[in-house]
């Protein structure tokens, strides 16, 4: 383009010299050049002004393409937010029959069948609620060798459930269940209030529960 203006303007420079038929010649020759050139020019602007104009297009599609990615992300997230994670804890005593199972104490048991979330602790004996939900807890005890015994289920420090064994003739089990509304943190835990101090060990005194559904 700057070589185009540079030649008009030597043009105009040498029109006023012009004096003969060859002269008309040679000027006529050099402005059907720079036509030319000029036409060749301005089909080269318009066809890299289609190229802005389409790389504009698809830098907006691209723009639009990665918004709608960024919102099925987000999406997923929220989704995925919502679904419960999966707890569940079943714990019972290593040995039949354990002893030491005194009145008005937390039962701590000492063998894990499962704990999944790692929720319940072994050391003090209570589960702690992970994530805000609705939970179901099952107790079974069974006394050894018979006779009576009452269990609390406690959620922190509060009796919401007990299972209680009475048969001195004969070996009986007391279970029960319970669907608990928790905050997350807040404790469950299971207590002995009165009755004989040695009970089944395995799966016939237990303590179970699991995450019903987050909240």
Known sequence: MAVV????????????????????????????QLSQKMTSLTAHVTQQDNKMVAMETLL????????ELQQSVTTLKNQMALQ????????????DPHNGVLDHEIIKFDSVVTNI??????????FQAPVTGVYLFHVKVTPHPKGHIYVYLDKEGV?????????????????STRIVQLTKGERVWLKKNDGVTSVRGWAH??????LLRAT
């Open 117 to 126: 979330g790692n929720a319940y602790n072994l050391h003090n004996g209570m």
């Open 5 to 32: 203006i540079y030649s008009l303007l030597l043009l105009g420079a040498f029109i006023p010299l012009i004096q003969t038929a060859d002269d008309v010649n040679a000027l006529q020759t050099v402005v059907e």
């Open 84 to 95: 419960s994670p999966f707890v569940a804890f079943d714990v019972q005593f290593k040995d």
């Open 60 to 67: 907006g599609q691209k723009a639009a393409t990665i918004t």
């Open 159 to 175: 009796d919401i459930d007990s299972a209680i064994a009475t048969d001195a003739t004969a070996i009986e089990t007391g279970d």
């Open 205 to 210: 005194t237990k303590l179970a529960g699991y």
